[in-house]
């Protein structure tokens, strides 16, 4: 690492070496990015992210309007996922998002347990973000397997509830491949347990209601089971909103009361909240805000079809490349590819080497067909995993 200079470099030499040094960055443009839940943000929220850097939510009563905004921003959020009354936050993404509900979770449940470690029942599709929040918060998970469609077994999880269970975790669209668990079946369980049930939305929460209004026939996975306390999900996925625009909300604002850290020495007046970073890019949650605004119900709509469009193009184009096969029937624009005769880490390695980036699982490699991959860029992906096929075979 080069040491800090003496007297500042002119504006110029410091661009022509940002420009070196990011060269070596793939880009959304490329259309090569094909394994990432992030796109590029929608203009509008680029050039309101710029404008409004200086806000800070962290002390949230020296910007009194972006505190509005940041409420009106939860209750469209809340609104999309059937609970306009939900309360929650705008925070860096679904990991703070995810472990926040799994610490009130923790501080609700411990009270009813007697002594020992709090347990958390997870799919084994749950996302990294709760093995965080385990390290973090002293709590042990307990996974459950998953049926042919990954989509984690109810009997299973019932079966795995001891008197140290404080809370169960569904994941609607997963990692790997955009399954959604039996939120239903999870809800009634927690309801007659009397447990604290967390969806996991982070991908999906920004596509599932989207596909509901296009006819697709998918679960109910959000506020509309009555034993969902908390839903994660992130604009800054499906949403186009800049990073860092993840949520977290609550069935309502009693989840949130009890478990707030109080801030007494900010230059706004003292401030509780109970999400885990302090300074937080209120340009971001203006971004949203006005993301939401813009697109509508309308616009996301017409963006999540675009997006099977192409996933059904590349669905239909691995079913013809020999050696190769879908993982399972994707429920959103996220695409699993396994093969029974190849090795999946060389296939990975050759596309790697012609600059696709997929997302690599154990046995498999995922695609997310998100709005910058374009038909041509899916097309000539194809010609290359065929030629790659043939080569290794």
């Known amino acids: 690492m080069k040491n800090l200079n003496q007297s500042g470099v002119p504006q110029e030499k410091i661009l022509e070496e940002l420009s070196e040094k990011l060269n070596k960055d793939l880009t959304y443009e490329s259309g090569k990015i094909l394994g990432s839940m992030c796109t590029i943000p929608h203009d509008l929220g680029r050039k309101l992210m710029t404008t409004y850097l200086e806000k800070n939510l962290g002390d949230p ?185 993840g949520g977290i909300l609550f069935k309502d604002r009693t989840f949130i009361l009890e478990n707030c850290f109080e801030i007494p020495y900010l230059a706004g007046g003292t401030y509780a909240h109970p999400i885990i970073l302090g300074t937080r890019s209120g340009a971001a949650v203006i971004a949203t805000w006005a993301m939401l605004k813009h697109l509508g119900i309308e616009g996301y709509t017409r963006i999540v079809k675009n997006c099977m469009e192409v996933t059904h193009q590349l669905e239909k184009g691995i079913q013809q490349i020999k050696n190769v096969e879908l993982a399972t029937k994707p429920v959103m624009n996220i695409v699993g590819i396994t093969s029974k005769e190849l090795d999946i880490c060389q296939i990975d390695q050759e596309l790697r080497k012609l600059r696709w980036a997929l997302g690599k699982f154990e046995n498999l490699l995922r695609i997310v067909v998100m709005p910058h991959v374009k038909p041509q860029h899916i097309q000539q992906f194809l010609a290359d995993l065929e030629q790659i096929t043939k080569k290794i075979k």
């Not at 989207?210 to 306390?229: A, M």
């Open 61 to 245: 009563g020296l910007f009194k309007g972006t505190q509005e905004i940041e409420i009106e921003t939860i209750k469209m959020l809340g609104s999309l996922l059937n609970n306009p009354k939900s309360w929650g936050y705008i925070v860096s993404g679904g990991t703070e998002g995810n472990i926040v509900a799994m610490r009130i979770a923790r501080n609700i449940g411990r009270t009813k347990i007697r002594g020992g470690t709090p347990e958390v029942i997870i799919p084994t599709s749950a996302h990294a973000s709760f093995d965080k929040a385990a390290d973090l918060l002293g709590i042990r998970l307990v996974r459950v397997n998953l049926d042919q469609e990954y989509r984690v077994k109810p009997s299973e999880v019932k079966k795995a509830i001891t008197d140290k269970t404080i809370a169960i975790v569904g994941i609607a669209g997963t990692t790997s491949l955009g399954t959604i668990d039996p939120i239903e079946e999870l809800s009634e369980i927690a309801l007659e347990k009397n447990l604290y049930l967390h969806i996991d939305a982070a991908f999906g929460g920004m596509v599932i209601p989207f596909l509901e209004r296009l006819g697709y026939k998918l679960p109910k996975f959000d506020f509309r089971n009555q034993g969902v306390c908390s839903i994660t999900i992130d604009p800054h996925k499906m949403g186009l909103a800049p990073i860092p625009a």
